[in-house]
């Protein structure tokens, strides 16, 4: 009798199956590949390096805290330690363990800021290194939590100081002299001298904060927009129909048709000047009985040959230089011209206050916003996206922009 010991598979089955297993493997790897390319193409934004995208990402890690290190260090975010509150959420002082003072900006949970928007702000003011710029300690993103963790600024923000008429006493020529220097340093690195280029957007009183030695430095950053470094400064320019600022600091080509370019933030910054050299708010000008505007009400006493009329009483009566304050309105005057190419850059702003040999050109007459009963202090925002446009743009004009009060704006970080 025959007993049979095994069964042996027919040939074509042994070839087969190894080359079924095969292919369903290579198959398995190339969807597997397509999937990953995919989502990498969605995190790393046009225009970016592999290496920029891992150095992001390990600066973002090293800058993380846990909710409740932030929460123990703010006393759990108590009314005690709260320094300010606006449409964004709350600021709130804090102190680590190590003794370290922070100021703990914390996003409302209605903010429209989303979590890349939040990241990537996050990667923006990491990457900003300036005396003159406010410097981010770290961040945290945990559940519904945005936390935004800065070096704390004891002299709070400029506004408290120049609009309060007991606390402008403190700020002499000398301060003034020294906060318009800084502040036109720190936009000039933005502009020109940093790795990024970038527009502010929102330069304005309360966005200066002060150290302890009144050291001023540009706060913010939720507003501003990034263009390449390859362009030149006249290319640095855009179109939006959705218009983030603070009215009365707006240029006019951007609160009107949404122009926006590095001649937006020097507009701002020559009302900053006024308002430091007259001690009042642009929009909120008094002279007498009267309510105007301050950069007409200070080109219209240039032009008379009285500009001294624009200057606060209290540094009139001081020992600070009247030459120095009159070439700074000058300035300030150059800076807030209606028209944009006429409007200096902040280089050449720069060289203007440490150069008082270097004549300065006759500024022509200033934007004249409209009255209007919004607050000058609340952000305006519209809802469309971002659009690049050259500097002869003739769609700009086409715009129509219509203005909407909301809580917070959502970051455009990278160029289109």
């Not at 430091?276 to 708010?281: E, I, V, Y």
């Not at 005057?333 to 060289?351: D, G, I, Y």
């Not at 022509?364 to 607050?375: R, V, Y």
């Amino acid at each position: 009798m025959k007993i049979k010991v095994g069964y042996k598979l027919p040939i074509t089955l042994i070839i087969i199956i190894p080359v079924i297993l095969v292919i369903g493997f290579a198959t398995f790897l190339l969807v597997l590949f397509w999937i990953l390319k995919r989502k990498r193409k969605q995190r790393i934004p046009t225009g970016r390096s592999n290496d920029d995208i891992v150095e992001d990402i390990s600066n973002i890690e090293s800058l993380q805290y846990d909710f409740s290190t932030v929460q123990l260090a703010t006393n759990y975010f108590s009314d005690s330690n709260k320094l300010g509150e606006g449409g964004f959420g709350s600021v709130h002082k804090g102190i680590f363990q190590n003794g370290q003072e922070i100021a703990v900006k914390r996003l409302s949970r209605g903010s429209n800021q989303g979590q890349q928007e939040f990241i990537n702000e996050v990667m923006l003011v990491a990457k900003l290194q300036h005396r003159n710029l406010i410097r981010l300690i770290g961040f945290c993103f945990e559940g519904t939590e945005r936390l935004l963790i800065y070096e704390f600024m004891p002299n709070a923000s400029l506004n408290h100081f120049i609009f309060d008429s007991a606390k402008r006493s403190y700020l002499d020529w000398e301060r003034r002299y020294k906060i318009i220097s800084g502040v036109a340093r720190g936009i000039l690195y933005l502009h020109e001298d940093s790795r990024l280029r970038i527009i502010h957007r929102d330069l304005k009183a309360s966005n200066v904060l002060l150290d302890a030695e009144m050291n001023p430095k540009i706060a913010d950053f939720g507003m501003a927009r990034l263009f390449n470094l390859d362009e030149t400064l006249t290319e640095t320019q855009a179109i939006t129909n959705r218009i983030v600022g603070t009215y009365g600091y707006m240029a006019p080509e951007y609160a009107m048709y949404g122009q926006f370019s590095v001649k937006s933030d020097v507009f701002s910054f020559g009302v900053l000047v006024l308002e430091l050299l007259s001690g009042q708010k642009n929009h909120n000008f008094r002279n007498g009985e009267n309510v105007e505007d301050l950069a007409s009400f200070a080109w219209k006493n240039w032009r008379e040959g009285t500009p001294s009329n624009v200057i606060d009483p209290i540094l009139r009566n001081s020992s600070g230089s009247l030459h120095e304050m009159i070439r700074c309105i000058h300035i300030g005057l150059l800076c807030v011209q209606e028209n944009v190419r006429e409007r200096p850059t902040m280089a050449s702003v720069v060289l203007m206050l440490n150069s008082f040999s270097l004549s300065l050109a006759v500024p022509s007459e200033p934007a004249f916003f409209m009255h209007s009963t919004i607050d000058t202090e609340v952000p305006l925002l519209t809802e469309n996206t971002d659009s690049r446009a050259s500097n002869n743009s003739k769609n700009s004009t086409d715009n129509s922009v219509k203005y909407s009060i909301n809580e917070a704006s959502i970051t455009d970080l990278y160029p289109r």
